[in-house]
């Protein structure tokens, strides 16, 4: 009886995390973020994928390394509701796209500078993405 009760307990808790991971897939797949659906137009997705390679390129040309670059467009992206984001950057440019549009988009860098001020006004309007300030 025991043995049996062992193993219900341990399917429980193996579905209990199965269910959890799959529910962040179906939101992250529907565009839902915090329970709320992320309904965007297509116009609104455009605009959220260029704002993330503008903020990119801004943080590259002043002076951030790539894995924070990388780790801010990553979270815009998926704050402003854009589904399987994905960006490559280097020193010379950035290429984004996501499963929402059909194109992606290319910043060409050719300037850089070292301006902690800037890398620190593009940090901020991430936050503020975060947390729901801007739409």
């Known amino acids: 009886m025991i043995k049996k009760a062992e193993n219900y307990l341990g399917l429980f808790c193996y579905f209990s995390a199965r269910k959890a991971q799959l529910l962040t897939e179906m939101e992250h797949e529907l565009g839902t973020l915090g329970g709320k659906t992320l309904m965007l137009t297509e116009e609104r997705r455009i605009l959220a994928l260029r ?80 947390s729901g300030l801007i739409e």
């Open 51 to 130: 704002t993330c390679v503008l903020a990119g390129r801004l943080l590259v040309e002043n002076g951030s390394n790539m894995e924070r670059v990388n780790d801010t467009l990553d979270r815009m992206a998926r704050n402003a509701g854009l589904r399987k984001f994905q960006a490559f950057t280097t020193l010379t440019g950035i290429v984004a796209s996501s499963d929402d549009l059909p194109n992606s988009q290319v910043a060409d860098i050719r300037r850089r500078k070292n301006d902690l001020s800037k890398v620190a006004a593009v940090n901020e309007v991430s936050r503020e993405l975060a």
